[in-house]
């Protein structure tokens, strides 16, 4: 198989490496081209900055999308399904924002579409979430999506340095952007999430749609000191629950106590979870980045291709609506301000510096913090543990 | 597709419940047979005790054995994959100790054999195992491979139970069997890590070979003050480690700090993980055993044949050869017996009740026990952990 990697960054670089290993099942894999950037002095023999070049060798059986961002990526993509070329991503904006196009552009062209890497890097949870929906409805997803946020939060919980300084190390340890708003702000996260969604239910949802995110910039020292001392750990999480023929999504800062598993997700490491009937409770967990775990995941795209697995088909058709109000949770919040009124409907109890504030439904609560953000930009939250699962520590 | 379930124990009934429940991809699967005991009366139209009708029925494309045991589960298999009957298993110990056979007569008749639910119930383990070996070499694989031993330790632990009293709240759950031998020596997680290990390191080794195994039978609610006091919490673990044209393997009692995922792997749950070269590390955790949990992988190899969907081939003619030394732990002993001149090359510290001993090849360490356990009967050991990885609670 003949295949082009569009864009050599970590990634890129990554699937080149590993096909250039020789080993097990990759030997029939051959990388023909690598675009690079116009202009850019090229290292390899397969280096060209001629994307018409690349769409009409009709040798290239498989175009491997590592460009990253909303645009050439799309553009590109779209291109190379109409070419009759099958498509793998790794770029989870791109696919969040254009699943269904992408979707029925690969159909009418009768190649693949495939993206195991885009969520969750090494893990296999796209082909586990596929997997599980053969036999089940899955009616929860859970996830610690993100990496960098995770780093962030675990070094803030060892360390007890305050969220900038750690950013810092994140950024120099490049787990982090210049820009990391994508990461920090749960943007990542909420494209991720989307993208299992729309896998899990059929449905096409864009994250710039009704999705209440809630990232992590405002978490201080004392609220990781003041957690711990209420025995949980605040991770970053990606959740969504089906209940008949409602749904609702989340991104929000959420505290665990010390017997899940979430709370044990340690640096960049992601957690991924799902829920069905017969299958009960199933977790992932791996290098959700990294260029190698990427890299693999890529490459286990190009295989199933190759050895002609094919993965779930979608038609997004489902009738599934979402409801602000399918989950209500308890919330503990920190601001300077006096909101005590704007919570008065949720039972809110002050403890400390902080108000808690009970059987929220998730909509409203983000609808309430976006006001509460308006006066004291500081301030922040996150979503209390149900209930104690077990006793053990 | 019409499927023959050999027996009808919990089982059989989840898959007969799961493909009897209208739903996504299974509605091409129909039940036509069921094999009963001889003399049993027949409760639903399917069932039969007459197995040479269902292989002589030319209409049959699968059989599920659901048996258990080694015969006439054995002779079963092979007689149906000779009458050209795709078999699909979750008979861990019939597969351990036939494994090669089964393999070379699916293949000869150019038929299947799938066993994903022999290991880790409804956790997608081989597969996940199965799709990082067509990259990757898998240098460890670690698991806590059984339920009913997992709960039994999780019970002591929260309630600081005795283990006999927490083996019959077992017994009384239907999580342990009347003979608990499999569960609390060792003995079946032995067959599940060699099932695993087959896979891994494409090599048929039986489990009633070298492979050094120590169950919790000895294990007193004195022990598990101790390790709690320690910070460490004890799991019944299955290990295997590759280097070079090297394996190991070993089924021990194995201590793990508080961070990490095994030491939350609570009630009767499973959670496995792999080490490969380019994933890194993989943890996949879930019911590793119950009734739909098990049904559920065992319909899922049913959609791989449907869907042809082709599992990983097995030649079992790799060249690694089993070295008793190539892992070395520290350990903890409790024995009444002085045992410190038989430890004495591995600077033996007396710790209060306990001994610990360092650097010992886990051969080594598995033979001196069986010396220790011929003086005294209810001497107990676990693995201590190499060194806190990270700080985090």
């Known amino acids: ?47 060209t900055d001629d994307i018409d070049a690349i769409l009409n060798d009709k040798d290239v059986d ?11 990526a799309h553009q590109y993509i779209i291109a190379a ?5 099958h498509v793998i991503t790794a770029n989870k904006a791109v696919i969040a ?17 495939y993206f195991e890497s885009s969520v969750g890097g090494g893990i ?28 962030i939060l675990d070094q803030m919980h060892r360390t007890g340095e305050p969220f900038n300084d750690v950013l810092m190390q994140a950024q120099q340890l490049g787990y982090a952007e210049a820009d990391p708003s994508a990461d920090i702000d749960g943007i990542d996260v909420a494209n991720k999430l ?39 750990t605040v991770k970053l999480m990606g959740i969504s629950h089906q209940v008949g023929n409602a749904f609702d999504y989340v991104v929000e800062p959420t505290l665990y106590y010390g017997d899940a598993l979430e709370a044990h997700t340690t640096d960049n490491y992601n957690l991924i979870s799902l829920h069905g009937k017969t299958i009960g409770v199933l977790k992932f ?55 005590s009124q704007l919570f008065k409907r949720f039972e809110p109890v002050v403890r400390g510096d902080y108000l808690v504030v009970h059987n929220v439904p998730v909509g409203e609560m983000h609808r309430l913090m976006k006001r509460v953000l308006q006066k004291d930009e500081t301030a922040f939250m996150a979503s209390l543990p149900e209930k104690r699962e077990g006793a053990a520590k």
């Open 1 to 47: 198989m003949n295949i082009a990697i569009l864009g050599f960054g970590t990634v890129g670089t990554g699937v080149y490496k590993i096909i250039n290993q020789a080993n097990r099942q990759t030997q029939n894999l051959h990388v023909k081209h690598i675009l690079i950037r116009k202009n850019k002095k090229p290292d390899l023999p397969e280096m």
């Open 62 to 72: 498989v175009v491997v999308e590592v460009l990253g961002g909303i645009e050439p």
């Open 81 to 85: 399904l109409k070419h009759k070329k």
């Open 97 to 113: 924002q254009y699943m269904a196009e992408f979707t029925k552009v690969s159909k009418e062209n009768g190649v693949k579409f």
């Open 124 to 151: 296999p949870w796209i082909q586990g979430l596929e997997r599980a929906l053969r036999i089940d409805d899955v009616n929860k997803i859970q996830g610690i999506f993100n990496g960098t946020s995770n780093f």
């Open 194 to 232: 989307c993208i299992s969604v729309d896998i899990a239910y059929d449905l096409f949802i864009k994250p710039d749609g009704e999705l209440p995110i809630f990232g992590i910039r405002n978490i201080t020292e004392d609220d990781m000191a003041h957690f711990d001392q209420l025995g949980m």
């Open 285 to 339: 967990m791996g290098q959700g980045a990294g260029q190698l775990p990427t890299a693999n995941a890529v490459i286990q795209d190009i295989l199933d291709i190759f050895q002609n697995k094919e993965h779930l088909k979608r038609e997004f058709k489902s009738t599934f609506k979402y409801r602000s109000d399918l989950t209500k949770n308890n919330y503990i919040v920190r601001t300077e301000i006096d909101c």
